[in-house]
């Protein structure tokens, strides 16, 4: 279940709308900047968690939209659902917890008696639904653990005391008491909880779990953006990051309970940028991505020492500014490349057809700014090294393309128009496959940098491209 042998360097956990994605970014700068960083100095011995209000299915729709990482663990549907790894597995001890303190029939009944209360819309078939009454099993954001509604923003503290009280009835008389806990977020979208779940809970119980098993991570860094983030900031001895973009509730919130924890900013940058302010500002570890490093040749900058990741991570950033046209069209570039690569070095495309490397540098002439005025990205994911002998490493990876771009918001989109509609407005293309790379330092310096003696790749399930011509390493 645990990727790590030992504890975390770093583990950071972070709200994703408005905090790790910027909405407002079309170019997806602040993320890819982050995910940059992320993959070449903390995926390795660090850990990453997304902590989120979205049910599975809105959370797996967003991975659709955005250029995300995978993390190691992920929180959703306001801190009552933990899964770990690729795979998704839920924490089934998360849900005993939850399950002690919950009744599912009771929600159902005292919410039904507030004609005040709205379902959040989902769909059906393409269908807008608005009831009143909800069946746990079938509406996507009424999850195992979670009812989530509508209400006016004016009628909102009327009915959350009126509904707390109502609880509270219920639960001394099946001698329950305190069965729920209400959240209120962005004013007119309410939760109902469990006692005891939320994102602090949820992170409370992880950093129990993992110091149980002596596998508790030196440093946590928390990031949000709004109310339901709050509780994140609350646990102990963590470090804290308000991005610059959050919300008036979290920061009253702050004002009002943290405003001397100097493990607490708030900070001038938005969103993943912010993130990345934060950990720089707290010295939990490196906090230049390559991203911000203006080096166009892959074989300029060399590390002291071998460096695998460093390697492929630059190359692929290099890859997607030539497409984009974002540096200059020299043959130097390419030369370079071919230098870094094994004459007889083999790539082995997605689809199974072979080419010599060489070839497949010589092809990149034909694509040079081909993605130009594109929102055009390319991100690597989970990149780990394996070293196997004293001069080879295997690296394998995820390697991301996302062409054009999607609406703004839409997140948003899709609880206002019916799914075949926002299906059809977004424009994005989403492709994704798996990736190992031998790479070898035998007669090579470090000045030169790792020989690339072997590319294959194999399409990741649902992301394969119609174009595969179109597909570079």
Known sequence: MYRLPGSARLMIVSD????????????NLSILRFNALWETHYRRDSLLVFSTGRSPTLYKQLRKEKPMLTPDITIMSVGTEITYGNSMVPDDGWVEVLNQKWDKNIVTEETSKFAELKLQ????????SNAYAFDFDSETEQRPH??????????????TKALSERFEIRGKCKQLADIMSLF????????????????GQALAYLHKKFKAEGKLPNNTLVCGDSG???????IPDVYGVMVSNAQEELLHWHAANAKDNPKIIHATERCAAGIIQAIGHFSLGPNISPRDVSVTDPSDARAESFDPVNDVVKFYLFLERWRRGEIENSEHY?????????????????????RSLHDCINALNGCYGDKQGNQFRIWVDQVLPEQIDSNTWLVKFKKWELSDGSIEDNYRLTLLVPEVVAQALQSEEHHGCMTTVLLSSKDASVAEGLKWVHV??????????DDQSAWFF
């Open 146 to 159: 979670k009812a989530s509604f509508y209400v006016q923003k004016d009628k909102a503290q009327e009915v």
């Open 184 to 199: 209120s977020s962005g004013g007119m979208d309410l939760d109902v909880l469990p006692q005891g779940a939320g994102k």
């Open 16 to 27: 994703l709308d408005h905090t790790m994605v910027d909405h407002h970014d079309p170019e």
């Open 121 to 128: 819309v989902c769909f059906r078939n393409g269908i807008k």
């Open 456 to 465: 294959h790749q194999t399409w990741l399930v649902g992301e394969q491209s």
């Open 228 to 234: 339901n983030d709050a509780e994140l900031f609350t």
């Open 334 to 354: 390419l030369a370079n490349l071919k230098a870094a690569c094994c004459s007889s070095g083999v790539f082995v495309h997605p689809s199974g057809v072979e």
